[in-house]
């Protein structure tokens, strides 16, 4: 094709794009007023529900809300890289549906670092100055759209610090606006899951056993969201479904030793939410 009609090809669109945007702009419909013309979704994360979803909900008194940070990093053989991510998407879930009237925001699925050093395979880092600013900017997004309860839990304990320099920062910047903003360091609470594993489930376990970056608590939790996460059929073919000669079988045996302990970190966190709670509107 010549060079002239390209040009004028160029030309053509870049002058109907405008237009063409424009036209779909004034056609769409405003889903801030448009009537929900289904039922609404049994749901609690953010991105799984439709605008006029959440909108409704937020009027309905929906207004607290989750920022959960997991991450991408070395588990040993058995488990994925997002073994924390995929420990969140139960422990949201759970903790969302107990506390009430709570919605989740996407997982924050990168942990800080230093991305020149994220040498591992399948290793991604943000810059602690990156992690800040996206977990700054997810919390400042919901109090836009009218949360008015906002807490931040980390499964990693790298992402801890930040989390608590974003939080302290926003409460002292909102402390006139009513908002409840907090870290909850008291969801990342694995010395006291270990715990509860030996004395409520009978279960002594030594997560330094077999030198992995694994353990039976975390593999039975990440189990109820999904047993492919864990490898759990190519365990059983290689014969290798144990960790820390504790075997994750039977596979029910295993998924209610999950729930179990899925119910006792929920139970922790959210006291410790109510504490928050109180203790800012006491200030």
Request: proline share 5%; no cysteine.
């Amino acid at each position: 094709m010549k060079k002239s009609v390209l040009v004028g090809i160029a030309v053509i669109t870049a002058g109907l794009i405008p237009y063409a945007a424009s036209a779909q702009s004034d056609e769409m419909k405003d889903m801030n007023t448009f009537p929900r013309p289904i039922a609404l979704a049994d749901n609690v994360w953010i991105e799984e529900l439709t605008m006029p979803e959440v909108r409704d909900l937020l009027a309905d008194g929906w207004r607290t809300a989750l920022i959960l940070t997991g991450g991408i990093e070395e588990n040993g053989p058995y488990l994925t890289t997002g073994k924390h991510n995929h420990v969140l998407r139960v422990m949201g879930e759970s903790i969302a549906r107990e506390f009430g009237q709570t919605l989740v925001a996407p997982i924050v699925t990168i942990e800080p670092g230093n991305p020149e050093r994220a040498t591992s395979p399948g290793g991604i880092r943000y810059s602690q100055e990156t992690y800040r600013a996206v977990l700054r900017d997810y919390a400042v997004s919901l109090r836009a759209q009218g949360f008015t309860s906002i807490f931040l839990m980390g499964d990693s304990g790298g992402n801890l610090r930040g989390m608590q320099e974003v939080a302290d920062a926003l409460r002292a910047e909102w402390a006139d606006d009513g908002v409840v903003i907090a870290h909850i360091p008291e969801y990342y609470n694995y010395q006291d899951v270990l715990a509860f594993q030996r004395d409520e489930l009978g279960i002594d376990e030594d997560p330094r056993l077999e030198g992995l970056h694994d353990d039976y608590y975390i593999t039975t939790i990440i189990m109820n969201d999904d047993p492919e996460y864990v490898r759990l059929a190519q365990r059983i073919d290689a014969g290798k479904a144990s960790i820390n000669d504790i075997s994750i079988l039977p596979i029910d045996e295993a998924l209610e030793h999950g729930r179990r302990l899925i119910e006792f970190r929920t139970d922790a966190t959210i006291e410790a939410m109510r504490a928050a709670i109180a203790e800012q509107r006491r200030r």
